[in-house]
């Protein structure tokens, strides 16, 4: 177990948006400890660890937390025995975007752990993460709570023999039930005929080893939603974002997993109240009926007809400088250290 710590002095309860002195650096400390829990990285870093929700910048994260609170470390966990040594020592808040351990064949969710222990953590549980994770689950739970929702079925290759054995009109999206980052979605998943349609499910079962989620297209623009839980009050705040992507060759905009990775989508503040409402309010309802806490992530986008419908969530959303970020940033004027403070604050006041 790998352990590193700066140390420092005293101070009062943080409010539940920070703001930073100019220097950002505070005269006292708050006397708290935070574990910033990490698990080896694999050697190669472009792979995707599927049991880590949030990639942490660690070092980063402990020179922002070390500014404000007292005992910060970096705590390594590579066997189920430093585990048990974390909550020994039961610090006052676990920071960590790991969302479960594998060993000896055992799965060990953190956060569900941490709770057994009555240690504060960030991020939701394991049965939101369920939720969320799986996209079929997550929009039956939208029609279950009258949130809005494109039509979906789910599929595999062979299910659907003919066109009219597909229970939703074409154009349809095409997308995996399950992961993140955009993963197996590219030009080819709008679909408008059922040659098409085999083709994107078969390559989806393929490359990602998931059934596909089929759901009637949605031509309208694209927004992600940060959710912040006040860590006074619970109430949430959110923060909608419109982001722009350029007409590929098929003169279709879609946020695909090449565009992400490459960086190539603008992000801007959504200005329409009317419209900034009724984000905010979908994004709300949608984090409430997943069961999300303390932080997260609600995709939407417009029909033809303007009117918004939930994608998709991420209750443990990135923690660099991607769509959550950004949302602090242009509603909020918060700047990422700021944020990182304001998380911190929020998983300490959870319990």
């Known amino acids: 177990m790998i352990i590193k710590d700066l140390t420092g002095i ?21 006397k708290k400890t935070i574990e910033i829990v990490t698990i080896p ?13 949030i990639v942490l910048d660690e070092k980063i994260i402990l020179k922002i937390l070390s500014k404000r609170y007292k005992d910060v470390l970096i705590t390594e966990i590579n066997s189920e025995k430093d585990l048990e040594k974390l909550v020994i020592r039961k610090p006052d808040l676990v920071f960590s975007g790991v969302k479960y351990f594998c060993f000896n064949e055992k799965c060990i969710w953190l956060n569900d752990y941490l709770e057994m222990y009555d240690i504060p953590y960030i991020a939701s549980s394991k049965p939101a993460l369920d939720n969320e994770s799986d996209k079929n689950k997550a929009k039956k739970i939208m029609q279950k709570a009258k949130i809005k929702t494109a039509d979906f079925f789910i599929t595999t290759p062979g299910k659907h023999l003919n066109e009219f054995s597909i229970p939703i009109k074409f154009p349809v ?18 679909v408008y005929d059922f040659a098409s349609f085999e083709a994107k499910v078969l390559d989806i079962k393929i490359k990602q080893n998931s059934p596909s989620l089929v759901e009637t297209y949605l031509s309208g ?41 490459n960086d190539e989508e603008k ?5 329409d109240v009317k419209i900034f409402n009724g ?30 419908h939930f994608i998709e969530a991420n209750l443990m959303p990135g923690l660099r400088r991607g769509y959550f970020y950004r949302s602090c940033l242009l509603n909020l004027d918060m700047s990422y250290d700021e944020m990182i403070l304001s998380i911190a604050n929020t998983g300490l006041s959870s319990h």
Not at 267 to 271: A, D, G, L, N
Not at 279 to 300: M, N, P, V
């Open 10 to 30: 005293k101070i009062s309860p943080l409010p539940s948006i920070i703001h930073l002195k100019k220097d950002n650096v505070f005269p006292i400390k708050i």
């Open 41 to 53: 990285k694999l050697a190669d870093t472009t792979e995707n660890q599927k049991n880590v929700g």
């Open 173 to 190: 999206f095409i997308k995996p039930v399950t992961g993140g980052d955009s993963r197996g979605i590219d030009t080819n998943s709008i």
């Open 221 to 261: 623009k694209e927004y992600s939603v940060g959710i912040f839980e006040d860590s006074a009050n619970k109430t949430l705040r959110a923060m909608p974002i419109e982001i722009i992507v350029k007409k590929n060759i098929n003169g279709h905009r879609i946020l695909d997993f090449d565009v992400k990775k």
């Open 267 to 271: 992000v801007i503040p959504v200005t």
């Open 279 to 308: 984000l905010s309010k979908l994004a709300k309802d949608s984090f409430k009926a997943l069961g999300g806490k303390s932080l997260g992530r609600i995709d939407i986008k417009m029909n033809q007809f303007g009117i918004p």
